[in-house]
């Protein structure tokens, strides 16, 4: 190993582990260097500003520094979510061409869905950049996403409208828009949330398990919206992965996960027929389907029936599946199963 490469490693393994309160015997025992050379690097990253330290002469602790960028916008006709990103957004962004693309994608999408679809009169939009990651949010003042949502499908409430922005595919204007923007862009980055009205839908793919949640009675009741996004400046992230992960063969966006939790209100069981429509709607613009059964304790016996015996004769065509079910909702599908043998 070259020494330009090894002391890159160095520097970024500091980086990556600058809270720990071993670090320096941490960097010592991986690189078998010298205490006063982990010092040397410390200290030439915090003469370039890229981290910084409360100056304790013991005990001294490190974080990354930040630079933050705001920029503020009337929502008018003439106002372009690709001119935004062209004059303002992209200088902010990291420099490797799959993550520069990632959030080319994520902020246009996003942006124009504050432009088309928020109802309200302005966007501000917020950038920090660390060593490590940036991070982005595009904050409206208008009607609110799920509220907006609710009131366009006259769903039962607001979480179920998280439900249905989760399946993918849901748009308030057809005409224009696929409603794949959301979806897509929640599993492109590291962590994405929307919040609104004291309620947040957020994706955090850390667990690799591609799972949405939901957030109740939150302390922060913003009347817009707020996205959130977050990704790791040295991602090796495809967009096209992304994509492929929900196309089938015809490339076509025909495959989706559905977080059966968010189909339960507080501590509800799902045990009704009723409660597994709601699961099921707009299900049929899919090929295959996947239930996600994580944080579901149980099912009811007429739950399972809806979904696994009377949807899947209905629509033998969709191949439908689950992930993450337990012994006791594993035991309640199979026997809706052998049903139809």
Do not use: C
């Amino acid at each position: 190993m070259s020494k330009i490469r090894k002391t890159a490693e160095i520097r970024q393994f500091i980086l990556e582990n600058l809270s720990d309160k071993r670090l320096t015997q941490l960097v010592v025992d991986k690189f078998s260097i010298s205490r006063a050379a982990v010092y040397q690097n410390i200290n030439y990253l915090v003469d370039q500003g890229i981290i910084s330290h409360n100056n304790a002469r013991k005990g001294r602790k490190y974080t990354l520094s930040e630079q933050t960028y705001d920029y503020s916008y009337e929502i008018n006709s003439g106002l372009s979510e690709s001119a935004v990103w062209m004059t303002d957004i992209q200088q902010h962004m990291p420099t490797k061409d799959n993550v520069r693309r990632i959030w080319e994608y994520g902020f246009t999408e996003m942006f124009n869905n504050a432009i088309d679809h928020s109802e309200g009169a302005k966007i501000k939009v917020v950038i920090v950049v660390d060593a490590l990651k940036t991070q982005l949010y595009i904050i409206d003042n208008g009607i609110g996403i799920f509220r907006k949502l609710k009131n366009k499908f006259n769903l039962l409430n607001e979480h179920e409208a998280i439900l249905e922005l989760s399946k993918g595919k849901l748009t308030t204007d057809r005409t224009h828009h696929t409603g794949e923007g959301i979806f897509f862009t929640s599993r492109a980055f590291d962590l994405f949330f929307i919040v609104s009205h004291g309620i947040a839908f957020t994706h955090n793919d850390k667990s690799k398990k591609y799972t949405d949640v939901l957030f109740d009675n939150l302390n922060y009741d913003n009347s817009g919206t707020i996205v959130y996004m977050a990704l790791n400046n040295d991602s090796a992230r495809n967009l096209s992965d992304v994509f492929n992960m929900f196309s089938g063969d015809n490339y076509g966006f025909d495959k989706t996960v559905i977080p059966i939790n968010l189909a339960r209100y507080g501590d509800d069981n799902l045990v009704s027929r009723s409660q597994a429509k709601r699961v099921l709607d707009r299900v049929q613009l899919f090929k295959h389907v996947v239930f996600d059964f994580a944080g579901v304790p149980q099912i009811g016996q007429a739950f399972a029936d809806e979904i696994f015996r009377v949807f899947h004769n209905a629509n033998p065509n969709i191949e439908l599946g689950y992930i993450n079910a337990n012994e006791n909702v594993v035991n309640m599908i199979k026997r809706a199963q052998v049903s139809n043998i």
